[in-house]
């Protein structure tokens, strides 16, 4: 009975035919030229994330390919230093649209897990590395495989077995569990695997022709390639009480604690910064946060900065730093209201003007790519107005009121700043 149960089980377990989309390529880059978009890190440029349709008929389970499931797509090109493991960009769409991309190629996987993250490494290559995991929340034990294409998605190789645990993670018995991978913006044939639940990570050079494995002394919940330098990494343990922020210069091989109490991190951006510039804004025993920056990994106070202090939160958009502090507004009734501050070319932060004498709520960076500031202000009611700025971004004024804008869950859900 148990064997026919399980047997049961199988069959009806989701089997994956991946599609290769002329899509990956223009959904990623096409929102870069919209007005109102979301801030998109280097490293997550050509990320696309797919999962299985819930609500349409299972595979055959049989033992041949299955036949080929639709898939609900969604692009992966939202990172943040203060986002979670799978960060994610959303497009907004009516509730009956039902979205289903023309697909130009298709190979068969012949794999059971609900979700895969899939990343064309760039121009001038012909390689795809796909991730099949399971999503958050999958019941029961997760597992996850690793498979690269070498023929732009015309046929893919399960290289799982590259990715193995050793010392005390192996002997234990443990198996890898995939959880994220990260394309290094510097070096397109350089990746990175995290195992989040084993404390482990992987690295390769070559598009995953080799691959070698390293066991961590922090859980990497997320990590952030440097754009030009391929080998330093930043790791963040989200997990540990002193959210620590690590540093490796060898692309994850070895790693140093940099600092404790981070709540928002970032690379310096060239040419506004030098080269290993990190910006951190950190929790102080107080209950306030300090935007800090240093150049030399925090090791020497000379070289390190103190940016703003008791702030709530912080952001960097290339020559511009926002970030927002809660004040009283004078001979108001209402309880508090946000700043925005901002610093335009790496000058002294000062605060932003806006033409209300309504309280703000929350600001969402719509662009700043420009050399002008686009920012919805939302206000008490969840009235939301579109300023535009001049080009040091501090002085605003009112350019479309009642805007109704799409603010995503998950990635940058926990700041005043969006």
Same mark, same amino acid.
């Given at each position: 009975m148990a064997t026919s149960r399980a047997g049961e089980m199988q069959q009806r377990a989701?089997? $994956?035919s991946l599609y290769v989309l002329l899509l990956w390529v223009a959904g990623i880059t096409s929102s870069s030229s919209s007005t109102l978009r979301l801030h998109t890190l280097p490293q997550n440029t050509g990320f696309f994330t797919i999962e299985a349709r819930r609500d349409l008929p299972d595979g055959d389970g049989g033992g041949g390919a299955a036949p080929p499931q639709p898939l609900a797509a969604r692009s992966a090109s939202e990172g943040g230093s203060d986002s979670g493991a799978y960060p994610q960009h959303r497009s907004r769409?009516? !509730?009956?649209?039902?979205?289903? !991309?023309?697909?130009?190629?298709?190979?068969? *996987?012949? &794999? +059971?897990?609900?979700?895969?993250?899939?990343?064309?490494?760039?121009?001038?290559?012909?390689?795809i590395v796909a991730l099949a995991r399971d999503s958050a929340g999958a019941i029961g034990p997760k597992t996850s495989s690793v498979y690269v294409s070498y023929d732009y998605g015309t046929s893919f190789t399960?290289?799982? %077995?590259?990715? @193995? *645990?050793?010392?005390?993670?192996?002997? =234990?018995?443990?198996? @890898?569990?995939?959880? /994220?991978?990260?394309? +290094? !913006?510097?070096?397109?044939?350089?990746?990175?695997?995290? &195992?989040?639940?084993?404390? #482990?990570? $992987?690295?390769?050079? &070559?598009?995953?022709? +080799?691959? /070698?494995g390293f066991s961590l002394s922090f859980k990497p919940t997320d990590l952030l390639l440097h754009s030009h330098r391929a080998g330093l990494v930043l790791g963040y343990d989200a997990s540990h009480p002193n959210k620590q922020l690590w540093k490796s210069d060898?692309?994850?091989?070895? $790693?140093? *604690?940099?600092?404790?109490?981070?709540?928002? #991190?970032? $690379? =310096?951006?060239?040419?506004? &910064?030098?080269?290993?510039?990190?910006?951190?804004?950190?929790?102080?025993?107080? =209950?306030? +946060?300090?935007?800090?920056?240093?150049? %030399?990994f925090f090791q020497s106070e000379q070289n390190r900065m103190v940016i703003l202090e008791q702030v709530d939160s912080f952001q960097l958009r290339d020559k511009y730093l926002f970030a927002t502090t809660t004040r009283k507004l004078f001979?108001?009734?209402?309880?508090?209201?946000?700043? *925005?501050w901002v610093s335009y070319n790496r000058q002294p932060m000062k605060a932003?003007?806006?033409q209300t004498r309504h309280p703000i709520t929350e600001y969402y960076i719509a662009d700043a790519s420009e050399d002008q500031v686009f920012v919805c202000v939302n206000h008490l009611n969840n009235v939301t107005h579109l300023y535009i700025s001049d080009t040091q971004g501090l002085s605003f004024s009112l350019s479309l009121e009642n805007v109704l804008y799409y603010s995503p869950e998950g990635s940058g859900s926990n700041t005043l700043i969006r």
């Open positions: 989701p089997r $994956w769409r009516s !509730p009956g649209e039902s979205v289903m !991309p023309k697909v130009y190629g298709q190979a068969n *996987l012949n &794999d +059971s897990h609900n979700q895969m993250v899939v990343h064309w490494a760039g121009k001038r290559s012909n390689v399960l290289v799982s %077995d590259k990715f @193995q *645990l050793s010392g005390v993670q192996a002997n =234990g018995g443990n198996k @890898q569990v995939i959880s /994220q991978f990260y394309h +290094s !913006p510097a070096d397109n044939k350089r990746y990175l695997f995290v &195992d989040s639940t084993n404390n #482990y990570l $992987w690295n390769t050079f &070559d598009f995953c022709s +080799s691959v /070698q060898d692309f994850g091989e070895t $790693w140093v *604690l940099i600092q404790e109490h981070v709540k928002t #991190y970032f $690379w =310096g951006v060239e040419p506004y &910064d030098p080269p290993t510039t990190v910006l951190v804004q950190r929790h102080e025993p107080q =209950g306030v +946060s300090t935007i800090l920056s240093s150049t %030399d001979g108001s009734h209402e309880a508090s209201s946000v700043q *925005l932003a003007r806006f």
